[in-house]
């Protein structure tokens, strides 16, 4: 039996005087979980002239963390580099492709964190530089020192596929980001604020299964039934169009 692939970048950090590229074990094992074949894209030199045939394979594609998304790359205000940390311009060229290409063949699409924000550009949103000093908001959306216990509160809008898959009109949430989505591009529609009036989750609702979410899933599964909702709607959205 052939498994449905689900392409997903994987993020360079250096390991001495080397680099190594690896994709988060979570993503992974829940893909698994899901009859789902990852493939992992590496941020190597050489590979943009390999993402034709990766993406030939391509049933579903899966956007996770990462650095910050180079200003150039939207309609940028001064805040965006002024708050600049790392970016990684290779890495967001090589998602920015897959994203084109998935778009324009309406494959299933589930952007988590970074993820969500590239989704959002690459679609005509943009990006608050630094979420809590460009709207002055005293929420904090990251914790260095509590990167997996660290949680808010978010708002689910409702009607929303987000309420459906959650059946709560709020969500305790994990949060480790400074960047956050400014303005939402034309095609989606917000799905989830948090307490600052920050985006937390948007969606397609012209598509089978395009979706954007500021916070992991998949790192809170044992705290509400519907994290593992959203995965297995994507992982069907997967399945249906490997079957079509």
């Known amino acids: 039996m052939k498994h449905p692939v689900v392409v997903?970048?994987?993020?360079?950090?250096p390991r001495g005087v080397r680099q190594i590229d690896y994709v988060g074990?979570?993503?992974?094992?829940?893909?698994?979980?899901l009859r789902i074949l990852p493939c992992i894209v590496p941020v190597a030199k050489g590979v943009l002239a390999y993402l034709p045939e990766y993406a030939q394979k391509m049933c579903g594609l899966l956007l996770v963390e990462g650095e910050d998304v180079e200003p150039s790359r939207y309609e940028a205000l001064p805040a965006n580099r002024q708050y600049l940390e790392k970016t990684h311009p290779l890495k967001d060229e090589i998602e920015i492709r897959l994203l084109r290409h998935a778009l324009g063949?309406?494959?299933?699409?589930?952007?988590?964190?970074?993820?969500?924000?590239?989704?959002?550009?690459?679609?005509?949103?943009?990006?608050?530089g630094d979420v809590r000093k460009e709207k002055h908001s005293g929420l904090k959306h990251i914790d260095p020192d509590r990167y997996d216990?660290?949680?808010?509160t978010i708002t689910l809008v409702p009607g929303s596929p987000l309420e459906k898959w959650y059946g709560r009109k709020a969500l305790r949430v994990n949060s480790y980001h400074h960047q956050g989505i400014r303005g939402l591009?034309?095609?989606?529609?917000?799905?989830?604020?948090?307490?600052?009036?920050?985006?937390?989750?948007?969606?397609?609702?012209?598509?089978?299964?395009v979706v954007g979410l500021q916070f992991h899933p998949e790192r809170m599964l044992k705290e509400y039934t519907g994290n593992e909702r959203v995965w297995k709607a994507f992982a069907s959205a997967v399945h249906d169009r490997s079957a079509a």
């Open 8 to 13: 997903v970048t994987a993020r360079r950090t």
């Open 25 to 33: 074990e979570l993503h992974l094992e829940l893909l698994f979980r």
């Open 105 to 128: 063949s309406n494959l299933p699409i589930l952007g988590i964190c970074r993820g969500s924000q590239l989704l959002n550009v690459v679609c005509g949103g943009t990006l608050y």
């Open 149 to 152: 216990s660290y949680r808010h």
């Open 185 to 209: 591009a034309p095609r989606f529609r917000a799905m989830a604020h948090a307490e600052d009036g920050l985006i937390e989750a948007y969606h397609d609702a012209q598509a089978d299964f």
